[in-house]
């Protein structure tokens, strides 16, 4: 536990973390992957080059020294991330390197001002959180690994189908090398895949590239658990820099070949509740509302609960992902979508157009009884959970899911 003298010390740091932003944390990667180049294989690279993941660590540490003595302002960011963590294999050594590359990190970029009892205190600090990761991990880790059809650390699996679900989306269904059984999930969570989107690449030499880090990417998981395999629905990254993994997984792996995947994971679900349900989402944000709306579907048929509200926007009607499944629900009186598109469509006469404008339908909707459920870019979702505030609906009965490195609004 942390005495009152080093949580004082901690915080008298927060200035100089302020002032350096993430430079602090760039630094910080850049001096761990030079020393522990094997990290690589862990972090997500991607987000590395693009400064992501170094502003939600400096975020992160930032939100740490401010609350260090009122840590249950912290229990929902601790949830968040350990669950990323048990999707990416992280381990206790993991901390102890994290950790040293820290503190050394302080001491360069601030050297004046992180005298000896400043850097005591860190190192206490960090110890203390560190153990709060460690010993949630260390619980998800054995829920999962004791569960039925569970397993600790990575499972081999093997693509059995690959399916064109839009213009930009491909859903990849794996089943376990091994034949045995797989644990279950909670409807919107995610699963941790683990590639080597170089493995086989040849130079024009004919001589294989130098060799390259693996990557692990999470995906939400897009239909109800069925206790033998895993969908995942991924969009073809092409703006910027193509995605460096969602391509590999559109056009390089093929059916047969074999990735790892770390037991399913993540703090965004569906909540077992009596309340009408509306889902929404935006782009491929409608993968873990996939997932959520099968399960629901199942139970409609099985316990007689209301139709599910559903409401979705993405640019047109060709990168509508499961549009035909969505159809087919909804003709069976299972289902009450409102779909916006940003272009319009031929024979999109059901369709609105434009951005998705909730006080528009506000009418069909139950605002006052029902839980959402929003996923999709993080300024959609802003938009979306503003809409819902200003029309009434309880902070509480919105839940949301967020796409990169702990993001949050």
Avoid at 285 to 305: H, N
């Amino acid at each position: 536990m942390l005495t009152n003298e080093q949580i004082q010390l901690v915080k008298s740091t927060i200035p100089i973390l302020e002032a350096g932003g993430p430079a602090i944390t760039e630094h910080f990667y850049q001096r761990m992957f030079k020393h522990n180049p094997e990290l690589q294989h862990i972090f997500n690279m991607s987000n590395q080059k693009s400064g992501r993941q170094s502003f939600a660590l400096f975020s992160a540490i930032a939100a740490y020294a401010h609350h260090l003595d009122d840590l249950e302002n912290l229990l929902a960011m601790v949830e968040r991330i350990a669950h990323k963590h048990t999707s990416m294999n992280i381990k206790p050594e993991h901390y102890d390197i994290v950790g040293h590359h820290l503190i050394e990190t302080l001491r360069e970029l601030a050297t004046e001002q992180f005298t000896p009892e400043i850097e005591a205190a860190w190192v206490a600090a960090y110890q203390q959180l560190a153990g709060v990761f460690i010993n949630k991990e260390a619980g998800l880790y054995e829920e999962r690994g004791n569960a039925a059809g569970g397993w600790k650390d990575g499972r081999a699996f093997v693509l059995v189908e690959k399916r064109i679900e839009s213009e930009l989306v491909k859903s990849l269904v794996f089943e376990p090398v091994d034949g045995k059984p797989v644990i279950g999930y909670q409807p919107g969570q995610y699963i941790g895949i683990e590639v080597d989107p170089n493995k086989g690449i040849q130079t024009a030499a004919g001589e294989k590239g130098e060799e390259t880090y693996r990557e692990i990417r999470q995906y939400s998981l897009s239909d109800k658990p069925n206790g033998e395999t895993y969908r995942i629905s991924v969009k073809r990254e092409i703006l910027g820099k193509p995605g460096v993994v969602s391509n590999y997984l559109h056009d390089g792996l093929r059916l047969g070949e074999e990735v790892t995947l770390y037991a399913p994971a993540g703090d965004f679900h569906l909540k077992s509740t009596n309340s009408p349900v509306v889902l929404v989402s935006a782009g491929v944000g409608l993968t873990p509302m996939q997932s959520m709306l099968e399960t629901l579907v199942a139970e409609i048929e099985t316990e007689g609960k209301d139709n599910i509200h559903y409401l979705h926007a993405c640019e047109t009607p060709a990168q509508h992902s499961f549009k035909k499944r969505l159809s087919e629900l909804e003709q069976q009186g299972k289902v009450k979508p409102l779909i916006w598109y940003k272009s319009e469509g031929q024979n999109e006469t059901k369709a609105r157009h434009g951005f998705m404008d909730i006080a528009a339908v506000e009418d069909q909707l139950p605002l006052a009884l029902a839980d959402f459920y929003l996923c999709g870019p993080v300024a959609f979702m802003q938009f979306a959970k503003q809409q819902l505030v200003l029309l009434g609906v309880n902070t509480d009965r919105i839940h949301y899911e967020v796409f990169g490195p702990h993001e949050s609004f």
